[in-house]
Antibody
């Protein structure tokens, strides 16, 4: 059974940092791209970013709203994906979900996920003074 | 404001069919067959219901179907059941730097 478990959320002051973890089980973690998707309280879903599998270069892409502040990494030996969040803003307050991705589109030498087939239960990040 | 436009709410009675629309542009919905639909019950994580416009993952009921015409994708739920009451989100790959855009979500009420 595929399982994704996020951890590391909590209350943090604006301008500070936080690192989320996503521990995976039930599948060969290294074979999959992984994304982070967030949901502000009472709002819709927003893609944050993703990391490709090593087979696709292990590179990352980010939404404009977090680019330069957030960094996604992975440790395939531990089956964990990370989201390092720096310079946090109040508008980053949300439930953060990690997802396993299906790579469905390749163009110009890069491949991209086109759906999220499994989601973790989410972890709440509250940015407030 | 979300990149994809969905109705805020739809409703139907048990046994009926409903359709939720998702309107984008030629840079996302209209340009690629990479529309997905997610179901989210209150306090729970989203669940993939449809991918690549009309494909159902294993285990998803065949009462759920997807289609697309031009810049608008649609999710149809037939034989409505009480357990279908949830929020539904569409998403699409986009050629913009955002890479993925979501709709604002549609609350389905089963009367």
């Amino acid at each position: 059974e595929v399982q994704l478990v996020e951890s590391g959320g909590g209350l943090v002051q604006p301008g500070r940092s936080l690192r989320l973890s996503c521990t995976a089980s039930g599948f060969t973690f290294g074979d999959y791209a992984m994304s982070w998707v967030r949901q502000a309280p009472g709002k819709g879903l927003e893609w944050v970013g993703f990391i490709r599998s090593k087979a696709y270069g292990g590179t990352t892409e980010y939404a404009a709203s977090v680019k330069g502040r957030f960094t996604i990494s992975r440790d395939d030996s531990k089956s964990i994906a990370y989201l390092q969040m720096n310079s946090l803003k109040t508008e980053d307050t949300a439930v953060y979900y990690c997802t396993r991705d299906y790579i469905g589109y390749c163009s110009g030498g890069s491949c991209y996920p086109t759906s999220h087939d499994y989601w973790g239960q989410g972890t709440l990040v509250t940015v407030s003074s | 404001q979300s990149a994809l436009t969905q109705p805020a709410s739809v409703s139907g009675s048990p046994g009926q069919s409903i359709t939720i629309s998702c309107t984008g542009t030629s840079s996302d919905v209209g340009g690629y067959n990479y529309v997905s639909w997610y179901q989210q019950h209150p306090g729970k994580a989203p669940k993939l219901m449809i991918y690549e416009v009309s494909n159902r993952p294993s285990g998803v009921s065949n009462r759920f179907s997807g289609s697309k015409s031009g810049n608008t994708a649609s999710l149809t739920i037939s034989g409505l059941q009480a357990e279908d009451e949830a929020d539904y989100y569409c998403s699409s790959y986009t050629s913009s730097s955002t890479l993925e855009v979501f709709g604002g979500g549609t609350k389905l009420t089963v009367l």
